[in-house]
């Protein structure tokens, strides 16, 4: 590796980092601005203490848990983003948490359906003061599991996109639908296998979007609902912008029938940070990703075997493969006289 | 030649047929000897398999039709190539899945060399390899015929692939 390319390679990481850096003031002055129910007592860092019935005021609304430490679970679910260490915010019990009422006085939360979901839950209700403000449905899924499943699937996407089988596609985990969702052109055949092999892997845990069309493996089914709070559908719910600290309503699209969820649209978030720090951090990326192309395009020419300079000697995926197709190898010996010769004996 | 023309030449073998026995020879020859090439890297030997795949293929023609006459050929010249390394001296490479390419690793050549390339990939992926390019079979097949699970097998391909690239462009 040659000090130019050294130079590129530092220099684009710096950018990367300023704009990390960048970004997560902008992310700190957004989760500030955001506003909630002002609480009396002050929270101690051990997360299980426990408020006074004087402290918290008016405890006579039931159900109501006086001993708990967030008032409603709009408050526990900031909490748990506040202090998360890692890209997974919630409890590994929790499967995904979304708005009923398209703000955060009722979220539903979905937790996994074994014992370790049923002590979430009740956990869950010795925190939250207004039990009003959370219900309950069982998911097959934690976040957690999805979100290492989002992790490796992630690696085949990006070697797909080095290899030019494909250019662009998202994917995240999508709490509602309990599994991680894809969204990718499934027209080449490349894809396709690549599309199976997932299927086979992890089952009914990813779902794969081409446009309009949803591709899912349909074998097993999700969303066991407890009664009462869900009745399985999406209408009329909506969901809570997870990962990324922007908290807000995005409206599902009404008369979907269940099971056929298309795309979710996003709303404009509100509550934004100052525009310059965004624009200085839309920047700082923009300049590192140009100081990266360009490094990668100019590399120095190559000499084959032959004596031919090529213009770019950087082979990708695409070019190895016909490479080795378009080569053969040729036997030196005459084996179709000895083969007639051994038939023969 | 296609499937159909294929599958026609098979089954005149079947009766003895020694001018369709060298039409065959002639269209599967060069993509047979390919994969067993870069799968064993020894000319000697692969010379060897390739005529041994013929003399069985003459004695004990498959039953055609068959639905993809080429997949069943290069199966069965796999198959001999991995049975013949087996019986090879030195077959360290047998079993030994995770051929430590670390350990082998020399200073890279910047010239193009393809042949040098392919030896610098343990013998999983090499198998894998030519059976899907050269052997052109699919992924589900050379799981089927490899015993690997097919996820593996994808992993391992490109994971190859993605070594040759970095060995092609100099190690770098």
Known sequence: ?345 | MTNEELNEKLSALSQGDKAAFEEIYKEVKTSAFTVIYRITQDRHLSEDILQEFFVRLYRTPPKAPLNNPKAYLMRMVHNLTVDSLRKQPNNADIGDYENALSAKEEEIDERLDLNNAMKKLSLEERRIVVLHINGGLKFREISEITEIPLGTVLWKYRRAILRLKVILNGGK
Not at chain 1, 261 to 284: C, P, Y
Not at chain 1, 299 to 309: L, V
Request: charged share 20%.
């Open chain 1, 1 to 345: 590796m040659n000090m130019k390319r050294i130079t590129s390679v530092i220099t684009f990481f710096l950018c990367m980092s300023m704009f990390s850096v960048t970004a997560f003031g902008a992310y700190e002055t957004s989760v500030a601005a955001e506003t909630y129910p002002p609480t009396t007592e002050v929270y101690a860092t051990d997360v299980y203490a426990v408020a006074t019935a004087e402290e918290i005021g008016n405890a006579d609304t039931e159900p109501y848990n006086t001993g708990a430490q967030f008032e409603t679970m709009g408050d526990l679910y900031q909490h748990w983003y506040m202090t998360a260490g890692t890209e997974v915010a919630y409890p590994d019990y929790v499967c995904g948490v979304w708005s009923v009422d398209g703000g955060m006085e009722s979220l539903m939360v979905a937790v996994t359906k074994d014992e370790k979901g049923e002590a979430g839950k009740e956990e869950i209700l010795s925190l939250v003061r207004n039990h009003e403000s959370v219900s309950f449905t069982y998911m097959a899924y934690s976040y957690a599991e999805l979100h290492s499943v989002q992790e490796k699937v992630t690696v085949g996407l990006k070697e797909m996109t080095d290899e030019g089988i494909v250019s662009s596609w998202g994917i995240g985990v999508q709490e509602m639908d309990n599994a991680v969702v894809v969204d990718i052109d499934t027209s080449s055949e490349q894809v396709q296998e690549f599309m199976n092999d997932c299927f086979e892997q992890y089952g009914n845990m990813i779902i794969f979007n081409n446009g309009s069309i949803q591709i899912m493996d349909t074998t097993v089914a999700t969303g066991v609902d407890i009664g009462g709070e869900r009745d399985g559908t999406a209408e009329n719910e909506y969901s809570i912008l997870a990962g990324d600290g922007n908290v807000g309503a995005i409206p599902v699209e009404e008369g979907i029938p269940e099971g056929e969820i298309g795309a979710v649209s996003i709303a404009a978030e509100d509550n934004r940070s100052d525009i310059l720090i965004w624009t200085a951090a839309a920047a700082v990326l923009i300049i590192g990703i140009s100081i990266g192309i360009i490094a990668m395009r100019t590399s120095r020419a190559r000499q084959t075997e032959a004596g031919n300079i090529t213009d770019n000697g950087r082979l990708n995926s695409s070019q190895v493969e016909a490479i080795l197709k378009s080569t053969s190898e040729e036997p030196q010996r005459d084996i179709f006289g000895k083969v007639m010769k051994e038939i023969e004996k």
